[in-house]
């Protein structure tokens, strides 16, 4: 096998784990949101599951990256993977995974530097990550031939029925006043209600 | 709400005969007596902060912080603001609104010398939505039409709520935001309204402050005692001939005030101190006991912001004192956990030793729940209603005995502590 | 210098990753939120309680330095 077909391959396969793991990510993030806990599992633990996968998606898209830039059967450019839509080679998709890892970087950088940004800024800048996954899913579906086929397509319903799953669930769920939160909103919502009929 | 003047000059200080009537609302009429305020440079702002200090003025607003420190506090950060702070959120007390409906040329002559002292440019009223609104904007257009307020306050209100009084919130409400009180630090002295130092001083402190710089520090102190000097606005209410607003020498007794209120209709069975966050005394007990912070502090009391209510023996405490954890619970802001659930709680559990349920544990109940909610949030409402409950469990225990085994001593059901309804939740 | 944690009630949501991972320090009460031992932290003790702070997912857990 030769240099250029090697890093072809490491490029797409550290592409799809990232991809996989990123959903990972979000379903963790999606499910245990507005601090419900995950059955089993202490919430730190969690929280960690949630923070570790994401930094090992960056290392993985690192290599993804790296690999895909210096594959010699393509020319894309370091540029062109950070600022979306310049690379010459398939300007669009490449664009779009640009664009995925530009708002993962936002997200991951602000999370390390939570304590300083204050919350409504670490708020607002991680929501956006909920973007960068379709976003993410697009390229990866565009730019591998064999995500259309056999065990990566499966691979690749897989990561869209997990994500639109939780969404859904977590949507559903909203009406539960069950985690702590909710709680506390609903005990305001009563105290409304008794001192407006009083 | 009646004012009950006193017939000597030496307590009739900020509400004098004359005031009665609402004939200090005219500026001319003020001014002819009390004298017209020292012209606006006379007085450079040390020689303000001086005569304070020599004064001994404390906050009247409940916590009675000496003002000198506040003044040099705030006096030091760039740019400071001053509030005149009116919004009297205790329903038992009437004597922030008594001062401004019938003195107001006074609070705002304060106002002018708490902002030269601290070096203000910036200044705010603030007062409960309601008439007094209308009537202080003409109050004070008129004086910016005359010119004579170097800075010219502006008039900002908030909802009548319990907290909308307190330091934080009113600072919050200033910046645009809702009357809630916000997190602790930093404190409104180093960083208040849009992160300048704040003076926020209570309606009757800057009355006091008025007259204490046209006659003196040695006049303010011939009232009063040595450490608590001055005089200080009470509002007497509850078991009482004639409920109203009454001026005393701070250390005054808990008796002479009453009679000053036209004695205790009924026998005296325990007085409330201080207001809702303040507690209770036994009626035996306090009747000699002085309105200080020296004189009541042994007891587990301070004159707060001078509420004393009287309850007489036909009335039963431990209804009341439900009533009021409920009114309580209410007025919660609902920012903090332990707060919003376990003051409706301890409601809750009180209601039900109010209403004679036996089940054992209530009162257990009440302390564990007193336990966790002290000194678990942003402000001290929950710290003040855990001192308002403890002490009507110590001086009401016979009465939660009584109601244990299925009885009750009251013989009149009639209210007597207010706990007004406020339409919505906080905001 | 001593380092005590301090709970700011308004940001916090009684989630419990403080307790979990301090529990030495911290109880949950009965509504969730919590109990926070005030005395300052032994250094045994202080990096997981930098570790509960940096956890709370609200940001409401602090150490803050009390000159003593």
């Not at chain 2, 001319?28 to 450079?44: E, I, K």
């Not at chain 2, 046209?214 to 102190?221: K, P």
């Not at chain 2, 405490?317 to 709680?345: F, H, I």
Request: glycine share 10%; hydrophobic share 45%; proline share 6%.
């Amino acid at each position: 096998m030769s240099t250029g077909s090697a890093l072809w391959y490491l490029s797409r396969g550290t592409g799809v784990v990232s991809l996989v793991l990123l959903t990972v990510v979000i379903v963790l993030g999606v499910l245990t949101r507005g601090g419900r806990p995950l059955p089993g599992l202490p919430r730190f633990a969690v929280a960690g599951l949630h923070r570790n996968a994401s930094l090992l998606a960056v290392a993985f898209l690192a290599v993804h990256i790296v690999t895909a830039v210096l594959d010699p059967y393509v020319t894309i450019g370091w540029l062109a993977t950070l600022v979306p839509f310049v690379s010459k080679y398939q300007t669009a998709w490449i664009g779009l995974g640009a664009l995925s890892l530009d708002l993962m970087l936002a997200a991951v950088v602000t999370s390390l530097l939570r304590q300083r940004i204050g919350r409504r800024v670490w708020r607002a800048i991680h929501l956006s990550v909920y973007a960068s996954w379709p976003v993410a899913l697009v390229h990866a579906f565009t730019l591998g031939p064999d995500i259309k086929t056999g065990a990566l397509a499966w691979l690749g319903v897989g990561c869209v029925a997990a994500t639109a799953g939780a969404v859904a669930w977590r949507v559903a769920d909203d009406q539960q006043p069950s985690n702590i939160s909710a709680r506390n909103q609903q005990v305001r919502q009563d105290a409304d209600r008794k001192e407006v009929m009083a | 709400m009646s004012v009950l003047c006193e017939e000597t000059a030496v307590t009739a200080r900020l509400l004098p005969d004359d005031a009665a009537s609402g004939r200090l609302r005219d500026l001319a009429a003020h001014q002819q007596v009390f004298g017209a305020p020292a012209p606006a440079g006379a007085l450079t702002s040390t020689a303000i902060v001086a005569m304070v200090e020599a004064a001994g003025l404390t906050g009247r607003g409940g916590a009675g912080f000496p003002m000198a420190r506040k003044l040099k506090a705030v006096a030091a950060g760039g740019s400071p603001v001053v509030v005149a702070n009116g919004a009297e959120g205790e329903p038992a007390s009437s004597k922030d609104k008594v001062l401004l409906s019938l003195v107001p040329h006074l609070v705002l002559d304060g106002l002018q010398l708490a902002c030269r002292a601290v070096g203000a440019t910036e200044a705010y009223v603030y007062v409960h939505e309601g008439p007094l609104v209308a009537m202080m904007s003409s109050i004070i257009s008129t004086r910016a039409a005359l010119g004579i307020d170097p800075v010219t306050p502006k008039l900002v209100s908030a909802p009548a709520r319990f907290i909308s009084g307190q330091e934080s919130a009113v600072v919050s409400r200033l910046d645009g935001g809702p009357a809630l009180p916000m997190a602790v630090p930093p404190p409104v002295y180093l960083k208040g309204v849009h992160k300048s130092p704040t003076l926020v001083q209570n309606v009757e402190t800057l009355a006091h402050l008025a007259l204490l710089v046209r006659r003196g520090s040695g006049w303010f102190r011939s009232a009063g005692t040595e450490a608590e000097p001055g005089t200080m606005l009470c509002s007497v209410t509850g078991a009482v001939a004639h409920k109203g607003v009454v001026e005393t020498p701070v250390g005054t007794s808990i008796s002479a005030v009453l009679e000053r209120a036209g004695g205790v209709d009924g026998d005296l069975q325990a007085v409330l101190v201080g207001g809702y966050h303040g507690a209770w005394l036994p009626g035996s007990a306090a009747l000699d006991l002085p309105l200080s912070l020296a004189g009541l502090r042994p007891h587990g009391a301070t004159p707060g912001a001078g509420v004393v209510v009287a309850l007489s023996t036909r009335t039963c405490g431990l209804v009341e004192t439900a009533r009021v954890v409920d009114y309580l619970a209410a007025q919660s802001a609902r920012q903090c956990g332990p707060c919003l659930n376990g003051l409706p709680a301890m409601a809750e559990t009180l209601g039900r030793l109010a209403r004679r349920d036996r089940t054992p544990g209530l009162v257990e109940r009440v302390h564990q729940l007193a336990g966790l909610v002290e000194r678990r949030g942003a402000c001290h409402h929950p710290d003040g209603t855990v001192r308002f409950v403890r002490s009507a469990l110590t001086v009401f225990a016979a009465e939660v005995d009584r109601h244990l085994a299925g009885g009750c001593t009251a013989t009149d059901r009639a209210a007597v502590l207010p706990t007004p309804r406020t339409r919505g939740g906080a905001s | 210098m001593n380092q005590t944690l301090a709970v700011n009630w308004i940001a916090c949501d009684g989630r419990g990753l403080c307790a979990e991972l301090l529990p030495e320090r911290i109880t949950p009460d009965e509504w969730g939120f919590p109990v926070v031992d005030g005395h300052p932290m032994g250094p045994d003790l202080l990096p997981d309680a930098r570790r509960a702070v940096a956890a709370c997912p609200t940001l409401a857990l602090r150490l803050a330095a009390t000159g003593r």
